[in-house]
């Protein structure tokens, strides 16, 4: 059964920067697409962006520009770069394995706040 784990989360001025990690444990990483999910406070959970395991990246377009996916296999880890960062950002973020269908077991995820 595979898990993931989030962390890198936290409290950041407008336009600050976050480095987000999710790491994975209990399957084979690197076969599975990868994606980054948000929640913000009573609103649904929408896909923020995904990594194919080959690598091949795509982003919704409210984070086109200023967020970045990758992977490290050997570590079994997805990353999650975020600069430029706006208020309507604040959520908890999560990641989980697939592409347009989350398939994985959701983790706790780690919250994102932007404010001043």
């Known amino acids: 059964q595979v898990q993931f784990v989030e962390s890198g989360g936290g409290l950041v001025q407008p336009g600050g920067s976050l480095r987000l990690s999710c790491a994975a444990s209990?399957?084979?990483?690197?076969?599975?697409?990868m994606g980054w999910y948000r929640q913000a406070q009573g609103k649904q959970r929408e896909l923020v962006a995904t990594?194919?395991?080959?690598?091949?990246?795509n982003y919704v377009d409210f984070v086109k520009g200023r967020f970045t996916i990758s992977r490290d296999n050997a570590k079994n880890t997805v990353y999650l770069e975020m600069n430029n960062l706006k208020p309507e950002d604040t959520a908890t973020y999560y990641c989980?394995?697939?592409?347009?269908?989350?398939?994985?077991?959701w983790g706790q995820g780690t919250q994102v706040t932007v404010s001043s």
């Open positions: 989980n394995a697939g592409l347009a269908t989350p398939w994985g077991p």
């Open positions: 209990g399957s084979i990483f690197s076969w599975y697409d």
């Open positions: 990594i194919t395991t080959g690598g091949k990246t």
